[in-house]
């Protein structure tokens, strides 16, 4: 015969040791970037289901187009006000802090775009 008095509460720690890393870090896998919407503008530069996916081809493109067409920054309009496709003046003039927005996401995600060797992000007011 089995001994119960043993196996059940052996089976109760083996459980515990196999679902403690899930509990232990509950607190930390819990969180969810939290980007901060800007204050001056009410919309993206297109719909936001669209940015989450795909912002990071639109960059590239825009990058693409400005320098293949010798600069052509053509204006992309957002709420009825026009932006330069620009990083720092088109992204950045509406998404001012590259902390609390990009950084937010990235460091969640794991990415660290190269893009800020070079361009300059907005100055962080805190
Ligand atoms: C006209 C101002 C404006 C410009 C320019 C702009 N954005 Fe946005 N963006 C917004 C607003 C406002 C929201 C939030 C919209 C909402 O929540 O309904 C947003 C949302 C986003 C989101 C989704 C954030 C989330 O909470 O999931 C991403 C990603 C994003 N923008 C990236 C960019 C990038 C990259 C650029 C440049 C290519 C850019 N945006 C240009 C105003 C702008
Ligand atoms: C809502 C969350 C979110 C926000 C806000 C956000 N990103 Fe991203 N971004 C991501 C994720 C997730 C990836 C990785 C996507 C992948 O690997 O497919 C990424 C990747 C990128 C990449 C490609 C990097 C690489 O190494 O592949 C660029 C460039 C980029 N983001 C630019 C920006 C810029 C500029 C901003 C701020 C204006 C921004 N993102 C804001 C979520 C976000
Ligand atoms: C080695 C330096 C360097 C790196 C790294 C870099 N860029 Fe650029 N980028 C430039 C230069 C130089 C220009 C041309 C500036 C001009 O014409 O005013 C430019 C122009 C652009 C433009 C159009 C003009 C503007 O003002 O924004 C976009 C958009 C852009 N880059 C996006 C990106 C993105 C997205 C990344 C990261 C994935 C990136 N760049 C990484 C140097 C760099």
Not at 88 to 104: R, V, W
Request: net charge positive; charged share 25%.
């Amino acid at each position: 015969m089995y001994d119960k008095g043993k196996i059940i509460p052996g089976l109760i720690v083996f459980v515990l040791i196999a679902v403690s890393p899930i509990i232990y870090n509950r607190g930390n896998a819990g969180h969810v970037p939290n980007p901060e919407k800007p204050k001056n503008a009410k919309e993206c530069v297109r719909p936001v289901a669209e940015m989450r996916e795909s912002h990071m081809q639109m960059v590239i493109d825009w990058r693409t187009d400005v320098i293949r067409d010798n600069g052509a920054r053509e204006a992309v309009t957002a709420g009825g006000v026009k932006y330069v496709r620009s990083l720092q003046l088109g992204c950045m003039k509406c998404h001012t802090s590259k902390q609390k927005f990009c950084d937010e996401c990235h460091k969640y995600a794991s990415v660290e775009p190269y893009c800020w060797d070079c361009h300059i992000a907005p100055e962080e007011k805190d």
